[in-house]
């Protein structure tokens, strides 16, 4: 197991940036592979982006691609989502998500781990 904890969320305008901070206890985290996903009430979670063990390997979704960024740093345990020129649609609560795998996934099902997620507001 490995423990998750979202930070860096808040109000913002549209078109401005953000960015979300995920730290991970327990496990090794550079044997994971980790997703952000989000979800707005009413509606089931929705993938984001995810990024492989050695952050050689990325993928988004077609809603954010070109918008948004996932890195992570091994050596500080952490994963982090740069969010810029966000817009109204973004807002929802973001969760990191983590599991022991050498791919990159985008379902939710996936993942085994989970945060328990950061409110992002865009207001217009």
């Known amino acids: 197991q490995v423990q998750l904890v979202e930070s860096g969320g808040g109000l913002v305008q549209a078109g401005n940036s953000l960015r979300l901070s995920c730290a991970a206890s327990g496990r090794t985290f550079s044997s994971y592979a980790m997703g952000w996903f989000r979800q707005v009430p009413g509606k089931e979670r929705e993938f984001v982006a995810a990024i492989n063990w050695s952050g050689s390997l990325k993928d988004y979704a077609d809603s954010v691609k070109g918008r948004f960024t996932i890195s992570r740093d091994n050596a500080k345990n952490t994963v982090s989502l740069q969010m810029n020129t966000l817009q109204p649609e973004d807002t929802a609560v973001y969760y990191c998500?983590?599991?022991?795998?050498?791919?990159?996934?985008?379902?939710?099902?996936?993942?085994?781990?989970w945060g328990h997620g950061t409110q992002v507001t865009v207001s217009s």
């Open positions: 998500a983590a599991r022991l795998s050498m791919i990159v996934h985008r379902t939710a099902y996936e993942y085994g781990n």
